[in-house]
Nanobody, 129 residues
Framework: EVQLVESGGGLVQAGESLRLSCAAS????????IGWFRQAPGKEREGVYC???????YYADSVKGRFTISRDNAKNTVYLQMNSLKPEDTAVYYC???????????????????????WGQGTQVTVSS
């Protein structure tokens, strides 16, 4: 059974940091890229930061210089370090997996019909001003 389990969300003030974790199981981790997507109330889901199996990354312009992604293949876990958080970062953050060559374009051009194979349940991040 494929599982992607997110943790680390919460309520913080603007300017503070959070680290999200995504623990994966049930598939060959090394063959998959992992991405973080988010959906704010009333908005479309969007790709935030994604990483391929060899460490190549894509990130949305809105998080440039503030967020960083990393993966620990020994632990089948991907992390999203979020610094200098802003109220507009408030959203449910989802971890997702797609075959490694596909994760970057999916991250960049995500839509309902062009999406990862597997999703986590999501974790809420709320940033107060």
């Amino acid at each position: 059974e494929v599982q992607l389990v997110e943790s680390g969300g919460g309520l913080v003030q603007a300017g503070e940091s959070l680290r999200l974790s995504c623990a994966a199981s049930g598939f060959t981790f090394d063959d998959y890229g992992i991405g973080w997507f988010r959906q704010a109330p009333g908005k479309e889901r969007e790709g935030v930061y994604c990483i391929t199996s060899d460490g190549s990354t894509y990130y949305a312009d809105s998080v440039k210089g503030r967020f960083t992604i990393s993966r620990d293949n020994a632990k089948n876990t991907v992390y999203l370090q979020m610094n200098s958080l802003k109220p507009e970062d408030t959203a449910v953050y989802y971890c997702a997996a797609a075959p490694a060559p596909k994760i970057v374009p999916i991250c960049a051009y995500y839509s309902g019909s062009y999406s990862p194979d597997y999703w986590g349940q999501g974790t809420q991040v709320t940033v107060s001003s």
